[in-house]
């Protein structure tokens, strides 16, 4: 993986093969970010990252001048990684946290401006996420949750469905909290 933008463009991120993940292709995530470039100042945005991984967003966002960017995680060694990777690039914008996503956001008292989401495609309940976002009022008023899944979920009738892309494999649910 690479960081695609910024003041790392082009750094080569090589993650240990023993981490439990799925990074975002650099194809996908450069669409992703050609996309949030329209959608927001990235430099005045503060950014949840849920299902961190590698961190490959967290870094891309960081690389990016993002605000502030809080890497969630519930593997030790993924959470360690990212802890590493952001002291040997500078990032110190970001906090990482190993937690399970459900518990954090039922007790986060934090709003963010950009909240996206990797989970595994095949995890129970992914369709419930982004209900759980606008519950629990995380997110800030035209703040963007996306939501990367598998092509077998269709979010257009959820009532803060904002845009629906698709790149190979990799699918990106824009939600916007219009409040």
Same mark, same amino acid.
């Given at each position: 993986m690479?960081?695609?933008?910024?003041? *790392?463009?082009?750094?080569? =991120?090589i993650? &240990?093969?023993?981490? $439990?993940?799925? $990074?975002?292709t650099?194809?996908?995530?450069?669409s992703? !970010?050609n996309?949030?470039n329209?959608?927001?100042?990235?430099a005045?945005?503060?950014?949840l990252?849920? !299902?961190a991984?590698?961190?490959n967003? /967290?870094y891309?966002?960081?690389?990016?001048?993002g605000k502030t960017?809080?890497?969630i995680d519930?593997n030790?060694?993924c +959470? #360690?990684?990212i802890? #590493?990777?952001?002291a040997?690039? *500078?990032?110190?914008? =970001?906090?990482?946290?190993? /937690?399970?996503y459900?518990?954090?956001?039922? *007790?986060?008292?934090?709003?963010w401006?950009v909240?996206?989401?990797? &989970? $595994?495609?095949?995890?129970?309940?992914?369709?419930?996420?982004p #209900?759980?976002?606008?519950?629990?009022? +995380?997110?800030?008023?035209?703040?963007?949750?996306?939501?990367?899944?598998?092509?077998?979920?269709?979010?257009?009738?959820? $009532?803060n !469905?904002?845009?629906h892309?698709?790149?190979?494999?990799?699918?990106?649910t824009?939600f916007?909290?219009r #409040?």
């Amino acid at each position: 993986m690479r960081i695609i933008s910024g003041k *790392n463009k082009g750094r080569q =991120i090589i993650a &240990p093969k023993n981490l $439990p993940v799925r $990074p975002t292709t650099d194809f996908a995530k450069e669409s992703l !970010f050609n996309i949030l470039n329209n959608l927001v100042v990235l430099a005045d945005t503060d950014v949840l990252d849920l !299902f961190a991984g590698t961190g490959n967003i /967290s870094y891309e966002f960081a690389s990016r001048e993002g605000k502030t960017i809080t890497a969630i995680d519930n593997n030790r060694n993924c +959470v #360690q990684f990212i802890k #590493q990777t952001a002291a040997r690039l *500078n990032y110190e914008n =970001i906090d990482t946290i190993q /937690s399970d996503y459900m518990s954090f956001i039922n *007790n986060v008292h934090e709003k963010w401006d950009v909240i996206y989401a990797d &989970p $595994p495609y095949n995890m129970e309940g992914i369709e419930n996420i982004p #209900q759980l976002i606008f519950d629990n009022e +995380v997110l800030n008023a035209d703040g963007f949750f996306i939501l990367e899944h598998n092509k077998s979920i269709d979010f257009l009738e959820h $009532p803060n !469905f904002y845009d629906h892309r698709h790149y190979g494999k990799v699918n990106f649910t824009f939600f916007r909290n219009r #409040q």
